[in-house]
């Protein structure tokens, strides 16, 4: 079962009412999104400590996928299950290891997807 298509449609035509709905609700989505915030902390720092150039520019460029990957992940969730409360926190991650951290994001992206999948 896909618990993404047990959701009720809000295009405009017949659109169900967001008002007073949030996304922190969820329970799998909201810290997806806070985890993914504390991720992104963390390879920025990777990619300012850097060692060489190359580093520097690849760590800045899988961070700007990070972002546009949660960007996506928190707009459609915003619009399936309500608001992006203001005042967003990130759970914080610590990470000295490009690929430990990149590796570590990977099995998290996959394991949301599976309890999506289930």
Same mark, same amino acid.
């Given at each position: 079962?896909?618990?993404?298509?047990?959701?009720?449609?809000?295009?405009?035509?017949? #659109? =169900?009412?967001?008002?007073?709905?949030?996304?922190?609700? &969820? !329970?799998?989505?909201?810290?997806?999104?806070?985890?993914?915030?504390?991720?992104?902390?963390?390879?920025?720092?990777? &990619?300012? &400590?850097?060692?060489?150039?190359?580093? &520097?520019?690849?760590?800045? #460029?899988?961070?700007? %996928?990070?972002? #546009?990957?949660? %960007? =996506?992940?928190?707009?459609?969730?915003?619009?399936?299950?309500?608001?992006?409360?203001?005042?967003?926190?990130?759970? !914080?991650? =610590?990470?000295?290891?490009?690929?430990?951290?990149? %590796?570590?994001?990977?099995? %998290?992206?996959?394991?949301?997807?599976?309890?999506?999948?289930?």
């Amino acid at each position: 079962m896909n618990i993404l298509l047990d959701i009720p449609n809000y295009s405009k035509e017949g #659109e =169900t009412s967001q008002a007073g709905k949030s996304i922190m609700d &969820h !329970p799998i989505l909201y810290p997806f999104i806070q985890r993914l915030e504390g991720y992104k902390t963390a390879l920025k720092g990777i &990619h300012w &400590h850097g060692y060489n150039f190359t580093v &520097h520019k690849q760590i800045d #460029e899988i961070l700007d %996928d990070v972002s #546009e990957f949660q %960007d =996506t992940i928190a707009e459609v969730g915003s619009g399936l299950y309500g608001i992006m409360p203001l005042g967003f926190v990130g759970i !914080p991650y =610590t990470a000295t290891d490009p690929m430990g951290c990149i %590796d570590y994001i990977i099995a %998290d992206v996959m394991g949301v997807h599976f309890l999506f999948e289930a």
